[in-house]
């Protein structure tokens, strides 16, 4: 077996996870039914609160990311409501086939995956839809590294509906723009290994005030995913429902201290600087992003191969050679493309040993880049003060 | 904050975690789509199945236990399904209620919560119901420290009605009698955080040939819980349809390792001798244990308070003064019982250290207890080869 600490993790998730959090796994077990985990539990939610930029309620399931979005589905879609959803991606190609799960109408608005659909065609299908319960948004579309860029008037228009706004910021939050107050988002969901840089295993969504009612009047269908039984058991005893994991727990409270420690802006700021030393550098280097320039992703950097440039044969080299991982294309990207993730404890080293790796395994392939890319990186990189 | 590495955790799940296990969860991330996650997840499903002593196909979610029973419920009941399901406690009756979200019949067959609906019972429910189209059971009943008593007799009724047998064995395989293949047991599953003593967080199915061709003709409307799904990815590339929790993986094949290590037998004797250690000192003292005689669970000790005795001093005092920490009544038990769970690492320390604060603390509280259980459940234990 591989040396696994020898592993650089640029894949879109899980990202590198730093000895501080991996090791808060290690706490030993508590009884999630005391004043331990009570605690603990509180300080969570406070911290996440800070992270959403929200005031909202929040909930912490022990699933994947695409637990946390189903949640957001069946908590909120019933049989025959019209959602609104831009479909660019796997991602947002799954969501839309969850509302049709729960029983929803999936109003798709397609966009070709290297762009996103404009806010224009999603105030067209509203004007065609004027009883649309909701818009669901993929914000960062994992599989083709792309984000939408006019989130911050989404509300302008779902609120001329009076529909709700969901948000899966499962990629991106805590490394983007996400102020959820602000942007009127009443649902949001994100995953713990990605931006937020801690293992996987644990979402967290916020609830708005108007979602929360709904659903407290309309329970779901489910029990685990069941967001009422959530509130209800933080409301009464500080507790979850269901056993939590507590090692994900702690590991995320450390990663949170660690997001507070540093500043979201300062973290914010980190990713974007990280993300356009990549797209400069990989650009320098004769390489075309996947992504249109007003849809590239700040966390995933989907990157097109040259002609002769096999996926498996390039990915593997950086896995073996470099110990450097990246991810392939998804879907029918697969071959094509291929993504890093610029995300979560992304800084100087992880870019530059990226790139250079990447350099390197071209050249071994017999591909010709132009050399610069790791310079034109570092110059990009000194704006981060830190 | 107390120091949470002098707790001996005696609750029925979450359990005490070895330094082993614990310490494998900080195993650095990998690429979960690639070969050092195959090589691992191949290793978890092969010895998964001789703990659950099967060759049916293994499912490994990132979730709680509850989250692995709503899979079971969800990808085999549909709309007017009749199912026959005992109910004589907390997680039984969720289990019936999750029956009926998911649009089947649920016919519940109760029983006082001190002991478990017969076997006949069962079979007149089939002789009323000969359309039912399973019989869902919880083998242990964590609420009230109940066991079923005639599990390995279950599939004689169930085939004779061409019915489906699901069983919820969350809080005892492993610590338990649960021959999968030879009981014919459709669908089985348990969670990490009990007799198999990991963190909690992933729920383990085994799921018979006969339900995954249903399951596969009759897909479920849920994503995160698609078993067909977990299947194809497994078959085809084998990697998880939705990112893994690394760090619980490696936490769970660590503890099956130390499973496999001690013998499943063994393991089994192991929890079998410390349940009757417990009963037997606990008798001594003069506490009534909760279930009847037939019905104990092997894995969790329901013990009814005596006159006087106040939950939240009682157990206030067991984990404050002695770090001892076991659970309260659940539902209508409230205040009623404390629930001791011998599962897991569980052996002659853990036994005797329980008993002795037990003691102590009962005494503090001015309560007269015969003081012969430690040297009765010493006595017991020594049959404990290991």
Redesign the interface.
């Known amino acids: 077996?591989?040396n696994?600490?020898e592993?650089l993790?640029m894949?879109p998730?899980?990202?590198?996870?730093s000895h501080r959090v991996?090791?808060a796994?290690?706490?030993?077990?508590?009884?999630?039914?005391?004043d331990?985990f009570r605690?603990l539990y509180k300080q969570v939610r406070e911290k996440s609160q800070k992270i959403f930029q929200t005031e909202n309620d929040m909930i912490i399931l022990?699933?994947?990311?695409?637990?946390g979005v189903?949640a957001a589905v069946v908590n909120l879609v019933r049989k025959n409501d019209k959602i609104i959803i831009p479909v660019n991606g796997e991602f947002s190609s799954?969501l839309s086939?969850?509302i049709e799960?729960?029983g929803g109408i999936a109003v798709r608005i397609n966009s070709n995956y290297d762009e996103v659909p404009s806010i224009e065609k999603i105030e067209e299908a509203f004007e065609h839809n004027k009883d649309a319960k909701a818009l669901y948004v993929v914000y960062n579309e994992t599989s083709t590294g792309t984000r939408v860029d006019w989130l911050n008037k989404a509300a302008d228009v779902t609120s001329k509906y009076g529909a709700y706004l969901v948000v899966d910021a499962v990629s991106n939050l805590a490394g983007d723009d996400l102020p959820v107050d602000k942007w009127n988002i009443d649902i949001c969901i994100t995953?713990t290994?990605k931006a937020i840089a801690a293992?996987?295993?644990l979402a967290i969504l916020s609830v708005s005030k108007r979602a929360k009612e709904f659903m407290i009047n309309n329970p779901p269908?489910?029990?685990?995913f069941n967001i009422p039984r959530f509130l209800k058991y933080y409301e009464q005893n500080t507790e979850t429902?269901?056993?939590?994991?507590?090692?994900?727990f702690f590991?995320y409270n450390e990663a949170l201290d660690m997001i507070i420690e540093e500043g979201l802006e300062n973290r914010i700021k980190r990713h974007k600087i990280c993300s356009e030393a990549f797209y400069e550098a990989l650009e320098s280097m004769g390489f075309k992003p996947f992504a249109k320039p007003n849809a590239r992703s700040r966390t995933v950097i989907a990157v097109n191969y040259k002609d002769g440039m096999d996926d498996k044969k390039f990915r593997g080299l950086l896995?073996k050679e470099f110990r450097v991982?990246v991810?392939?294309g998804f879907g029918e990207l697969k071959g094509k493309v291929w993504r890093i993730g610029s995300m979560g404890d992304v800084n100087r080293y992880h870019v530059l040993r990226t790139l250079s790796a990447i350099s390197a395994a071209a050249h071994m392939l017999g591909i010709r880049i132009d050399n610069d890319g790791v310079s034109i990186a570092d110059e990009k990189l000194k704006s981060l003060n830190h």
Chains 1, 2 share one sequence.
């Open positions: 077996m591989n696994l600490s592993y993790v894949i998730g899980p990202t590198n996870v991996m090791q796994m290690t706490t030993p077990i508590i009884n999630h039914r005391s331990d605690v022990t699933t994947s990311g695409t637990g189903e799954r086939t969850m799960n729960a995953a290994q293992p996987p295993g269908n489910t029990l685990y429902p269901f056993t939590p994991s507590l090692p994900l590991a896995s991982l991810a392939g």
